[in-house]
């Protein structure tokens, strides 16, 4: 399923290390402008991409992903169970910044994926444009903080 590669060190040599980010959203048209929107070598790559919740599970136990990119509404299933999996999933010391973009950008919504695991809650037709700065640089409140060496 090409996991060889997507585990494989950056050719470059360079100190950053690129984030993976696994892509969460069922509808293929945005799926490809976040693709786009969301990659930069050497910066942040999407990694692996899933259209429903059993999917995102599935991929989430095959390899380890630096972001989570989460709608909530799926084909199938939803992406607050995907949260919180993630976050059952990953050790404390190396947990994934999760970051929520949604249609349904509700109080009641936001309360529900920041109780579930989300560290930030996006509107697709208000925050889009603060995806990829929260994407390269934001850190999940759910791990320590790592120290420098």
């Known amino acids: 399923m090409g996991i060889a ?8 040599g360079s100190t950053a290390i690129e984030r993976r980010i696994l892509l969460i959203e069922d509808s293929t048209v945005l799926s490809r402008r976040l693709v786009d929107l969301l990659s930069e070598p050497g910066r942040v790559a999407v990694a ?8 995102a599970v599935l991929k989430l136990q095959e390899a380890t992903y630096d ?11 939803n992406g607050v169970a995907v949260i919180r999996q993630a976050r059952q999933l990953y050790p404390p010391d190396a947990q994934p910044l999760i970051v929520v973009l949604t249609n349904y950008a509700s109080d009641f919504v936001r309360d529900h994926c920041f109780a579930a695991g989300a560290d930030y ?6 925050d889009i444009a603060l995806l990829k700065a929260v994407v390269v640089d934001g850190r999940s ?9």
């Open 5 to 12: 590669e997507e585990r494989s060190p950056g050719l470059n």
């Open 48 to 55: 692996a991409q899933a259209a429903t919740q059993s999917d």
């Open 67 to 77: 972001v989570l990119v989460v709608d909530i509404e799926l084909a199938e299933g």
């Open 121 to 126: 809650f996006l509107d697709k037709m208000r």
């Open 141 to 149: 409140k759910w791990t320590p903080p790592a120290v420098s060496h």
